[in-house]
């Protein structure tokens, strides 16, 4: 398996526009996570998905920003519209969902960054 | 709510010491703790995963060890190589009421130096 594949690897954009990331997890893996990366924040948690369902989007900013996976092998993360406080870098992962003992597998990342 | 910290946030060591790295969190109601490397500009790359009922896991030169009713994690490098400079960091589940989510430290940023 190729991994998680996030595209594009890079995106620079102007404050607001609609942004649109998006991520193909591994394939058999029902658990999907987007984190956003910042220095002055780390790794935090936007939102997660079983089985293509929204199990907690509590670390979803604001309604500006918003998810969706219409299939197992598929997701987005969109913005709109963008502000430069939203660049960072957005990860995309997976990991098998059951049994919860398993490793989860990230993408190379999305930097964004909005001017 | 989990809190994970890692010490140092930075670290400069000269190449062939042996290191460690510490993580802690505030709940111990976790399920698996993982440790990842983050290269600049890269995506995460999983180390070591050790479970809640494991005292430690070993994989080559790393050897990660949990301490559950402690909160804390240490991931042991032997003999450290410039090629080990990057970014350590560490996560933690909890248990299945709590999701399957990581919550991630901050990071040691470790730098080998010839």
Redesign the interface.
Known sequence: DAGVIQSPRHEVTEMGQEVTLRCKPISGHNSLFWYRQTMMRGLELLIYFNNNVPIDDSGMPEDRFSAKMPNASFSTLKIQPSEPRDSAVYFCASNPGQPMNTEAFFGQGTRLTVV | KQEVTQIPAALSVPEGENLVLNCSFTDSAI??L?W?RQDP??????LL?I?SSQREQTSGRLNASLDKSSGRSTLYIAASQPGDSATY?C?V?RT?GG?????????TQLKVEL
Not at chain 2, 41 to 46: A, E, P, V
Not at chain 2, 99 to 107: E, P, R, V, Y
């Open positions: 399920y698996n993982q990842f500009g890269k995506g995460l790359t999983s995963l479970q960091l996560a589940r299945a999701g399957n989510k990581l919550t991630f430290g901050t990071g």
